[in-house]
Nanobody, 118 residues
């Protein structure tokens, strides 16, 4: 059973930066494409960034150029560096392994809240 623990969220002003971390346990981390997702109030969860085991990255258009995903396979951890934050980035952020049809695992972590506001 895989477990994800997200951290690093907080309250930040527009234009600010945050770095999120997600520690994974229970399965072989390095073989999976890892993704960062977010869910804003009354909206569906969306994939914002993903990184394959080989290092290829993909971003949602809304965050391209502002967010950077990275991973440390030795630590079973994936990161999301967020810069130039906007109020519309406010959401709970989660991580999961990403498959062809969406998140692989049904077990989600508690997420980490990111609030962008004056």
């Amino acid at each position: 059973q895989v477990q994800f623990v997200e951290s690093g969220g907080g309250l930040v002003q527009p234009g600010g930066s945050l770095r999120l971390s997600c520690a994974a346990s229970g399965r072989v981390f390095s073989v999976y494409t890892m993704g960062w997702y977010r869910q804003a109030p009354e909206k569906q969860r969306e994939l914002v960034a993903a990184m394959t085991s080989g290092g290829t990255t993909n971003y949602a258009d809304s965050v391209k150029g502002r967010f950077t995903i990275s991973r440390d396979n030795a630590k079973n951890t994936v990161y999301l560096q967020m810069s130039s934050l906007k109020p519309e980035d406010t959401a709970v952020y989660f991580c999961n392994a990403q498959g062809h049809f969406g998140p692989i695992f049904n077990s989600w972590g508690q997420g980490t809240q990111v609030t962008v506001s004056l």
